[in-house]
């Protein structure tokens, strides 16, 4: 069965400090890993995917993540927040086109002055 | 390109009632799916669409249906409608082996 682990829940970041997210998954097959971000009220923007390759994938605003598989995580991270990366993080697995996703129950990220 | 476009964006039902919502995938994508997101929660799969067909379907009630058009676009349905079934509605479209993209939702509330 697929999972997914966001261990936390909330994260509060002061502008200009870098931000790490952790995603934890499960998955019996090669898993294909997104993040998505959710402004209040709003639909799922994807961040940033990892299919294959390069284990380093970069995305939009500035986001990377690394899948390591070792320790079947794939964590967001940026190194400089702006007060507009303030929304709610979700990791997902599944697999590409017509295969469902699973999502982590999200991190919601506060950033402070 | 229009994205992913969802109707109505926000919907008030009574309980028992039905409610149907809807979505057009965007420009060139045949699959679509439907997830509900509650409050404080991530988005929970409810079924895919393509061909027209119902092709994978998540832990939800038969009271959940819906349907694909010939022109991609799909309805989710919902029945006899609980209190629990208020939640952010998110439709996402894709194509083959690409990643899928979402709409803005339908925020369902029922009272």
């Known amino acids: 069965a697929q999972s997914v682990t966001q261990p936390d829940i909330h994260i509060t970041v002061s502008e200009g400090a870098s931000l790490e997210l952790r995603c934890n998954y499960s998955y019996g097959a090669t898993p294909y890993l997104f993040w998505y971000v959710q402004s209040p009220g709003q639909g799922l923007q994807l961040l940033l995917k990892y299919f294959s390759g390069d284990t380093l994938v970069q995305g939009i605003k500035g986001f990377e993540a690394e899948f390591k598989r070792s320790q079947s995580s794939f964590n967001l991270r940026k190194p400089s927040v702006h007060w507009s990366d303030a929304a709610e993080y979700f990791c997902?697995?599944?697999?590409?086109?017509?295969?469902?996703?699973?999502f982590g129950a999200g991190t919601q990220v506060v950033v402070t002055p | 390109d229009a994205g992913v476009t969802q109707s109505p964006t926000h919907l008030i039902k009574t309980r028992g009632q039905q409610v149907t919502l809807r979505c057009s995938p965007k420009s060139g994508h045949d699959t679509v799916s439907w997830y509900q997101q509650a409050l404080g929660q991530g988005p929970q799969f409810i079924f895919q669409?393509?061909?027209?067909?119902?092709?994978q379907r998540g832990n939800f009630p038969d009271r959940f249906s819906g349907h694909q058009f010939p022109n991609y676009s799909s309805e989710l349905n919902v029945n006899a409608l609980l209190l629990g079934d208020s939640a952010l509605y998110l439709c996402?479209?894709?194509?083959?082996?690409?990643?899928?993209?979402f709409g803005q939702g339908t925020r369902l509330t029922v009272v």
């Open positions: 997902a697995v599944g697999a590409l086109g017509r295969g469902k996703l699973q």
């Open positions: 669409y393509y061909e027209e067909e119902e092709r």
């Open positions: 996402a479209s894709s194509w083959t082996d690409r990643e899928a993209f």
